[in-house]
């Protein structure tokens, strides 16, 4: 079992930025493929972001290539999505996942494990 734990959410103005973490505990995290989904409400969970296990690739959705960045700390087991250049349509509540299989990184029914979410909003 993994506990996954989101922070560093909040409201913020359009064009600011947001660090997220997500604190892992539990399982080795270091086993575990990375990713961050989103959701708001009446939509599905879209993928945004997510990161290998020793870090040396990373994916994003398209429309936050450039603006956002995954990263982990496994010494820490921690993973972060910085966000830069915020949106209003980037608001939404954003949600912290790990999986053992190394594909279908963009599908969140593949993930083993999800944080319970945090809130970011951004006003225009």
């Known amino acids: 079992q993994v506990q996954l734990v989101e922070s560093g959410g909040g409201l913020v103005q359009a064009g600011d930025s947001l660090r997220l973490s997500c604190a892992a505990s539990?399982?080795?995290?270091?086993?575990?493929?990375m990713g961050w989904f989103r959701q708001a409400p009446g939509k599905e969970r879209e993928f945004v972001a997510t990161i290998t296990i020793n870090g040396g690739y990373t994916y994003y959705l398209d429309s936050v290539k450039g603006r956002f960045t995954i990263s982990r700390d496994n010494a820490k087991n921690t993973v972060y999505l910085q966000m830069n250049s915020l949106t209003s349509g980037d608001t939404s509540g954003y949600y912290c996942a790990a999986k053992a299989r190394p594909d279908y990184y963009s599908f969140a029914s593949v993930y083993d494990y999800w944080g319970q979410g945090i809130q970011v909003t951004v006003s225009s």
């Open positions: 539990g399982r080795t995290f270091n086993n575990y493929y």
